[in-house]
């Protein structure tokens, strides 16, 4: 039977643990059977969260953990491999957080011996802990505090030996200050951005990690893997020809001409073009663009980086990506490319999610239209759509916990709780916030961020969105339909999470809904292909117990109240998902997946994904 | 003759990118007549570089024998994924 499988390559089998309490560090081997199972990454995070963060661990308590999960492909000599999971419980939903981050930790920390890194206990001193091959060692200052990112990964390689390369993980002063939705940056302009992770590890007093190692690793067939390789950028260069070009803000002007783009915190869905047209990709490429950045072995390049040279958000520089553009721009209403950029650099020095970072800021900025807050309230910082000084501004509030930004930083959930009356405002499900597409101009992203595992996402939520134009059977404001199409990307999704490669690039190595791709049997020597969808079914139905543990069950499967409402112009004028609606897609959803009608896996589900053991 | 309005936009590399241009086709033309016509434009709607919808809806989700009247409008967009 294949669970007595030894994989050939794609694994180092070892996991590093640090008890950051007693400063105890030891190594574990990881059983190839999970492996098999749950294939690596997010599959592997799963597991472990369910087997050491139980349901009445809190996200910023001692008992809380961290784990840092490659999957078999980050760092395979390929392209793209650069992905690796965070699993935690999160602050920002108070439940079960996976999230997933480029940049070149995931693979180093591969080099340095471990598929898995993972942090316990509070350690009594602020600390930044450096992994160098299989040892640890802990750089104790209380002068980390405070400090930026940009800031403090300069002060951190600084420290180090000089030589081989160096990757880092940091926390900002959003963190220290337990922002519900503060980020983990990784090396120099990639983050695990959403759910709060950043505050999970500064309540460890943890400012940093860094990584580097000179293991090779194993993989079964290093001229397949070339073969594959050369094969994978061809047909990337035809199918993400505008990546490179232009970034993922590219799809900022289609969205927008579609009328899904949220505008003034999701009031509407569409602005004029001759307006929209100060945030688009063109406009960005063609007044701030200077070089492109590329995440670890990755010939797409996808990175845009920007530079203000000019104006009153003069040397601002970041590299924008579609949501980040997105939400700082239109939600916030603003249409000056260079306010997004500064905007966007803000919450990458501050440590903060630029999804739920602007949302919150347009959340200030619709509760200043009502006249329901006033500058008394904010310390005379007056933050009104459209002005993106402000905007910067509150973001630094919210970093610091001043004026309004002390109960903002608390995050949805925490705001409801405190002032009720706001939650027609804050656009949100299960605590994270909504991402740059209103599910009334696609109406599988409602049910998309209503049955995500770790709250409103586009990515493991599923992203609908190019399904829905090109679906022969339904179109975006069908309800039918739109519970096969989510299942099914999620499913791939949690295997994609699994693997270790960027999902921009997936389609190159055929990592589909239907993959054939012998891409893991060259770098495992286990033909994975005819499983990875089972797999990352058995992943979903493992998180959902997960969820179902910490007392989620349909009744949390929700889209705010502002879906209900119609949109009021644009090419999607009138559109709105009722509660029937979306009654429509969950019953759908949830029949699909082999759950009951409360959204909890049947029996019979668990069976069939060997999940009994979350039975009890 | 009826006249449909195409817009390409997303940065696609076309000569038509950025512009808003009026299509010709003969009185009673129909949806499945769409693509030749994009492909003397330089549109390939079989392509991967390009997606096109027509009034908001992709174009394989309307009836491929709906005629086609004044005011339609077609859009040709990159293939939009998350990011």
């Avoid at chain 1, 089998?13 to 749950?38: C, F, H, M, T, W």
Wanted: charged share 25%; hydrophobic share 40%.
């Amino acid at each position: 039977m294949e669970k007595d499988i030894k994989f050939q390559g794609g694994y180092t089998g070892k996991r590093l643990r640090i008890n950051l309490s007693l400063r105890e560090v030891s190594i574990e081997d990881v059983d190839p059977a999970e492996y098999y199972q749950y294939l690596g990454g997010r599959g592997m995070g799963a597991l472990w969260y369910w087997r050491e963060i139980g349901p009445q661990v809190k996200p910023l308590s001692a008992e809380n953990k961290i784990g840092f999960f490659a999957g078999p492909m980050t760092g395979a000599p390929l392209i793209s491999t650069t992905k690796f999971q965070c699993t935690t419980r999160g602050p920002e939903s108070g439940q079960y957080l996976c999230s997933n981050s480029s940049g070149y930790f995931g693979p180093f920390m591969r080099e340095a011996g471990f598929d898995a890194v993972i942090l316990e206990g509070v350690s009594e001193r602020w600390t930044a802990l450096v992994i160098e091959n299989q040892q640890v060692r802990f750089v104790d200052d209380d002068g980390w505090q405070g400090l930026k990112t940009g800031e403090t990964r300069k002060r951190l390689l600084g420290t180090l030996p000089e030589g081989k390369r160096w990757a880092t993980m940091v926390v900002g002063p959003a963190a220290e200050n337990g922002v519900a939705f503060s980020s983990i940056m990784v090396d120099d302009g990639r983050a695990f951005g959403r759910g709060g992770a950043g505050a999970v590890l500064a309540s460890k007093r943890i400012k940093a990690l860094a990584v580097r190692g000179d293991q090779k690793l194993p993989v079964f067939d290093l001229e397949k893997c070339r073969a594959i390789t050369k094969s994978a950028i061809e047909f990337l260069k035809v199918s993400r020809a505008k990546h490179r070009a232009l970034g993922t803000a590219q799809f900022i002007e289609p969205v927008n001409a579609l009328g899904a783009m949220p505008t003034r915190n999701f009031q509407t869905t569409w602005e004029e073009p001759e307006v929209a047209a100060g945030v688009i990709a063109q406009t960005m490429h063609d007044q701030y663009f200077t070089r492109n950045y590329a995440c670890y072995r990755c010939s797409i390049a996808c990175g845009q980086v920007t530079e203000v040279k000019e104006g009153q958000f003069a040397g601002a520089a970041a590299r924008p990506e579609y949501e980040s553009v997105g939400i700082l721009g239109p939600s916030c209403g603003v249409y000056d490319m260079a306010a997004v950029i500064a905007a966007n650099q803000a919450c990458d020095e501050l440590g903060m999610d630029t999804i739920t970072g602007g949302n919150m800021v347009g959340l200030v900025m619709e509760l200043f239209q009502r006249g329901l807050v006033t500058a008394a309230d904010n310390e005379g910082l007056v933050v009104n759509f459209g002005d993106g000084k402000a905007m910067v501004e509150m973001l630094h509030f919210i970093s610091e916990r001043r004026g309004l930004g002390k109960l903002i930083g608390e995050g949805a959930l925490g705001i409801i709780k405190e002032r009720p009356l706001w939650e027609p405002y804050i656009l949100h499900s299960r605590g994270l916030t909504f991402a740059a597409y209103d599910p009334r101009g696609f109406h599988g992203m409602g049910l998309s961020y209503a049955t995500s595992i770790r709250g409103a996402c586009h990515n493991v939520g599923g992203y609908t969105v190019y399904e829905e134009l090109l679906s022969g059977k339904v179109d975006r404001f069908a309800t039918e339909g739109k519970g096969a199409m989510v299942k099914s990307l999620q499913d791939v999704r949690a295997y994609i999470d699994s693997t270790g490669l960027c999902t921009v690039a997936r389609g190159g190595f055929g990592l589909t809904n239907t993959p054939t791709s012998e891409v893991l049997l060259a770098v495992t020597g286990y033909n994975f292909a005819p499983r990875l969808v089972e797999i990352g079914e058995r992943i979903i139905n493992l998180e959902r117990m997960i969820l179902k543990r910490e007392g989620v069950d349909r009744r949390q499967d929700t889209l705010p109240p502002r879906m209900r409402e119609p949109v009021p112009n644009g090419p999607t004028a009138g559109r709105l998902i009722s509660q029937e609606m979306l009654d429509a897609m969950l019953d759908d959803y949830y029949d699909l997946r082999g759950w009951d009608g409360h959204g909890l896996p049947k029996g019979e589900t668990l069976k069939k994904f060997e999940l009994e053991f979350t039975e009890a | 003759m009826t006249r449909v309005t195409l817009r390409v936009i997303g940065g696609l590399d076309l000569e038509l990118s950025g512009r808003t241009t009026m299509v010709e086709f003969p009185d009673g033309a129909a949806v499945r007549d769409i693509p030749a016509a994009l492909l003397a434009l330089g549109i390939d709607c079989t392509s991967r570089k390009y997606l096109v919808a027509l009034n908001g809806l992709g174009l394989n989700q309307h009836p491929q024998d709906q005629a086609l009247k004044d005011g339609d409008a077609l859009l040709a967009i990159p293939p939009l994924m998350g990011g």
